[in-house]
């Protein structure tokens, strides 16, 4: 904190996309297109937001990609977890790491799980490694 807004679009290389979300309440969803141009690299999501105080998550939420083929993937949770859906709700980054990405169009979804005081808005970028 302190140091001003980083530009991630000049400090890193390889960015696919770099935005700042909407405000979102309980419920709502906010849905983005990533394309990868080419296969074999690692795709790094990555979502992060600034919460209210307090010992726990206030404002909690969810980052899910879909690769081109249908396959989820969420938040922290290893790329390997099979079908289930455990969400993160301890933490407010989260990043999905997929190595040996797939081409094509990945579907990025910020969910609202909860979000008990006002609006939550949230970064996302997503980049080739």
Same mark, same amino acid.
């Given at each position: 904190?302190?140091?001003?807004r #980083?530009?991630?679009?000049?400090?890193? !290389?390889?960015?696919? $996309?770099?935005?700042?979300?909407?405000?979102? +309440? $309980?419920?709502? !969803? /906010?849905?983005? $297109? #990533? +394309?990868?141009?080419?296969? /074999?690299? $690692?795709l790094r *999501?990555?979502?992060?937001?600034?919460?209210?105080?307090?010992? #726990?998550? *206030?404002?909690?939420?969810?980052? *899910?990609?879909t690769?081109?083929?249908?396959?989820r993937?969420?938040?922290?949770?290893? /790329?390997? %977890?099979?079908?289930?859906?455990?969400?993160? /709700?301890?933490?407010?980054?989260?990043?999905?790491? #997929?190595? !040996?990405?797939? +081409?094509?169009?990945w579907?990025?979804d910020?969910?609202?799980?909860? @979000?008990?005081?006002?609006s939550q808005?949230? %970064?996302?970028?997503? @980049?080739?490694?």
């Open positions: 904190q302190g140091f001003g #980083v530009n991630l679009d000049r400090s890193v !290389k390889r960015a696919l $996309t770099t935005l700042d979300g909407p405000g979102l +309440k $309980t419920g709502d !969803k /906010s849905t983005f $297109t #990533v +394309k990868v141009p080419t296969a /074999s690299n $690692t *999501i990555a979502l992060c937001y600034s919460d209210f105080p307090g010992p #726990v998550l *206030i404002n909690n939420l969810n980052l *899910i990609v690769d081109p083929a249908g396959k993937y969420v938040g922290n949770q290893p /790329s390997s %977890a099979g079908g289930t859906l455990t969400l993160d /709700s301890t933490n407010n980054v989260e990043v999905v790491q #997929v190595g !040996k990405a797939k +081409k094509g169009n579907t990025v910020v969910v609202a799980s909860n @979000v008990s005081t006002g808005d949230f %970064a996302l970028a997503a @980049v080739l490694v």
